[in-house]
């Protein structure tokens, strides 16, 4: 059974760090491009960060480009997500997904977990 399981979420004063936990277990990790998502109401979900297990290239959304770093324990079918100074328009869910190819679409990742919110205060 594919499980991916956030954790890590909470609330924080802007210009706070959280850091977002996703355990993977029920499928190959290492032959797959994990990364995070985020979503607000009424607004599609946008792809936050990746990264192709194999190489370890990662990639970052413009808009936390410097802020937020993605990686991963390949031993462990873990992946993190470091978000520092965090802003206020960064407040969503974010969700952890894994699909076969990396690519910055939610319709192309397969499997999803169930989200962890991020509240960032102004």
């Known amino acids: 059974q594919v499980q991916l399981v956030e954790s890590g979420g909470g609330s924080v004063q802007a210009g706070g760090s959280l850091r977002l936990s996703c355990a993977a277990s029920?499928?190959?990790?290492?032959?797959?491009?994990v990364g995070w998502f985020r979503q607000t109401p009424g607004k599609e979900r946008e792809g936050v960060a990746r990264i192709s297990t194999g190489s370890g290239s990662t990639y970052y959304a413009d808009s936390v480009k410097g802020r937020f770093i993605i990686s991963q324990d390949k031993a462990k079918n873990t992946l993190y997500l470091q978000m520092n100074t965090l802003k206020p328009e960064d407040t969503a869910m974010y969700y952890c997904a894994a699909g076969p190819l990396c690519s910055s679409s939610p319709r192309l990742y397969n499997y999803w977990g169930q989200g962890t919110q991020v509240t960032v205060s102004s």
């Open positions: 029920g499928f190959t990790y290492s032959s797959y491009c």
